[in-house]
DNA sequence: CATGAATGAGGGTTCATTCAT
DNA sequence: CATGAATGAACCCTCATTCAT
C-alpha cells in the first residue's frame, strides 16, 4: 500500500473534487478514478478500500489543518486570542476551498458509523486544541473556572460547526471569514467568567 | 395515500425502532414493514417512498414537539426564561425517547442531500422558535442588540445539538436534561448586551 | 428462502443447461436467470447465494437418484446383482441426460474446496451404498472377507466415476449403459473371494 | 521464452508450494512470484500465461515421473510385476511430496475444460504405460484377451487416482505405499483371465 | 385495503497481463 | 534479463418498488 506519490494526491483531490460535485453517494470509485485520470485499479494500489480513500481525505486535508493550528496557537500568548485564531484559521481554511467545504461539512457525514468512527478520531485532535485553550482560559482566569469543560467545548465546536455548515448549504453566498470575530465576541462573552459583574 | 391510521403509526414507530437498533443503512423497507406487521407493499399505501417515509418520521416527532414547544414558551415572560425552556424541552424529549435520540441524532443525518433539505424545511419552524426569543431578548434588551442574529441563532443551535449528539453518541451515559442549566448559562452569557461591563 | 415452486425447478434445471453449454466459469447467475426466465433477483429468493444454488443443482439430481437406487437395489437378492444394478442406473442416469453427465463430471467438479466439500457430503450417502453392496458380499462369502473395505469402494466408485468421465470428455461417443456388464465382471473379478483358485 | 534456467525452477517449486498451501483459487500470480522472490512481470519471461505454468508445473513433475517410471518398469519382467511397480512408484511419489500430491490430486482439479485438456496430454503418456502393461498381460494369456483395454485401463487408473485422493482429503492420515500390495491385487484380480475357474 | 412474490439496475473490488525503465 | 507500477474488464448480490391477486 503506497502511502505517497504523485497518483495519491491526485486521487484524493479528485476524490474532493468528485464529491463535492456529485455528492457522496454518486461518487463511484470509477468516477473518481477517471477524475484522477487513472484506472480504477491503481486507487487499490494506493488504498485500502473506498472507506480508506474517505477516510484518509479527510485526515490529509484536517490533519495538516489541525497541524498548522496547533502551531499557529503556540504563537498567541492568551486563551481569548488563541480562540479566535482557531476560528479564523477554520473558517479560511473553508473559504479557501469552497469544495472541501461542502465534502466536509454535508457530504462526509452521510457515512455509515464505521466510517464517522474513524473520522471522529481525526476530529479529536481538533478538540483536543480547544481543551487546551479552554484549559489555558480557566487558568488565566479569563473563562469561567467552574464551568464544565466538555459543554464549553461542545458549544465552541458546535458553534463553529453549525455556523460552517449553514454557509454551505446556502451556497457560500455570504463571507465566512468576516463572521470569526462576532462568533468569537459571541463565544468568549459565553466563556467569561461574570463572577464580577 | 391515506396518510391516517393505525397502520400509519405502526410503520412510523416502527421506523424509530429499527432505525435505532440496526442503523440508517440496515433499515430495510422489508425489515420495517415486518416491525411494523405488515406487508412491505402496504407502506407504499401510506408513503410515496422510503424518503417519504423517513421525513414523516421527523415530521411526525418533531412537529408535534415543535408546537408543543411554541405553547410552553408563551406561558414563559421573558427571553431569558424561554430560552431556558426550549433547551429542557429539547434534552427532555431527547431523554425520555432514547430511540428516537439515536434516529435524529445520529441515523438520520446519514442520508442524502435531498432527504436532509426536506428536514431541514422541518427544523426550520424550530429556528423560528429561537428566533423570536432572540427578537424578544433584544427587544428586552437583555441580548446584544447589535448581534448577527443568524450567528446568535446558530450558536444556540449549534451548541444544543453538539451537546445532544455527544450524549447520544456517549451512549446515553450521563443525564442529558441536567445540562439544560449550564447549556443556558453560557449561552446566555455569550448573548448578553454586556455593553456596561 | 423458498425452496419449492416452478420457478425453483425452472432455475435447477437452467443452471444444469448453461453450466453443461457454457462452462462452469462462464456461468454468471445473470445468464442462468436469464435462460429461467426470471430476474437475477429472483433467484436470491430461492438460494442463498450462487454457491447454494449450485450444491442445490447436485443435490436435487443426484439425492433423488441416490434414493431411487437405493430402493432399487432392495429388490436384488444378492451383492453381485445389486452392484450391477447399481453401475446400470448410474450409467443410465448419465446417459438420459448428457447435459447433467457434463455438469457432474467435468464442470462441478472445478469449484473451491468448500463447494466440493458440500457435494462430498451428498456423495457419501452414495458410498453408503456402496460400502451396504460390500459387507453383504463379503457376508455372502462371495467377496474376499479380508479386503480393506475403503479400497474396495474406492475401486468401485474411481471405476465407474473414471469410466464415466471418459466417456463425457469423449463427447459421448459411445454407449455408456453397454460397459455396465464388462465393467461389472471386473469388478466382481476383482472383489471375488479366490481362496479356492 | 526460457524454458531453463534457476528462476526457471524456484518458479515451479513456489508454484506447487504457494498452491499447496492456498489453495488454486488463492494462488495469484503475484504471491507465486512473491514465493519464488522474483518480480511478477519475470514469470511471463519463463511461462506464456498462468496457465502455461500450471500446465508446466504438472509437466515437470510428471513428466519426469512418468520417465522414471517408464525405465523402471521396462526391468520387470511380467505385466503382473509391471503392475505393482506402477503403484508402488505412483503412491510413492505423492508418498514423498505432500504437498505436490495435493496440487496433483485436489488443486489442479479445479480449473477450466482448456487446462485440464492440456493437462490430460501429459496424462496419456502415462495411460499409455497402462495400455502397455495390459497389452502385455494379455499377451502373457494372465491377463483376459476378450477385456476391452479401455475400460481396464480406467478401472486402473481409476483405483489407483481414487485411492490417491482420498487419501490427500483425509489429510495423509495413513500410509498410502502399504495400499499398493492390495490395491494390486484388486485390480489383478479383476482384470485376470478366469476363463478356467 | 392489503399482500408479498417478483423485478432488475447498479458498484466495489480482484488480478492476469503489459511495458517503460 | 529483470522489474513492479499500472491497467481495466468482469460479476455477485441487495433492496426499493410494483402489481396481480
Do not use: C
Not at 57 to 65: I, L, S, Y
Not at 111 to 123: D, F, P, Q, Y
Not at 132 to 155: H, W, Y
Amino acid at each position: 500500500m503506497k502511502r505517497k506519490g504523485p497518483k495519491y494526491d491526485q486521487i484524493i483531490d479528485a476524490a474532493v473534487n468528485v464529491i463535492a460535485i456529485h455528492g457522496y453517494h454518486q461518487s463511484q470509485v470509477s468516477k473518481i478514478a477517471k477524475q484522477a485520470s487513472v484506472a480504477d485499479g491503481t486507487i487499490y494500489l494506493y488504498f485500502k478500500n473506498k472507506e480508506d480513500l474517505l477516510v484518509s481525505v479527510f485526515n490529509e486535508k484536517m490533519g495538516t489543518f489541525i497541524e498548522k493550528t496547533g502551531n499557529e496557537l503556540k504563537g498567541k500568548s492568551s486563551a481569548v486570542e488563541k480562540l479566535l485564531t482557531l476560528i479564523e484559521m477554520h473558517f479560511n481554511l473553508l473559504n479557501e476551498d469552497h469544495q472541501l467545504s461542502i465534502v466536509t461539512q454535508l457530504e462526509l457525514r452521510q457515512t455509515n458509523r464505521a466510517l464517522r468512527a474513524k473520522i471522529g478520531e481525526v476530529l479529536k485532535r481538533y478538540l483536543s486544541l480547544i481543551d487546551l485553550i479552554l484549559k489555558e482560559g480557566m487558568e488565566e482566569n479569563v473563562f469561567d473556572r467552574t464551568m464544565d469543560t466538555r459543554l464549553a467545548r461542545q458549544m465552541i465546536f458546535g458553534t463553529i460547526d453549525e455556523t460552517a455548515t449553514n454557509w454551505v448549504m446556502n451556497d457560500h453566498r455570504y463571507d465566512l471569514p468576516s463572521l470569526a470575530l462576532p462568533v468569537h465576541r459571541m463565544l468568549v462573552n459565553g466563556l467569561s467568567n461574570n463572577a464580577g459583574s
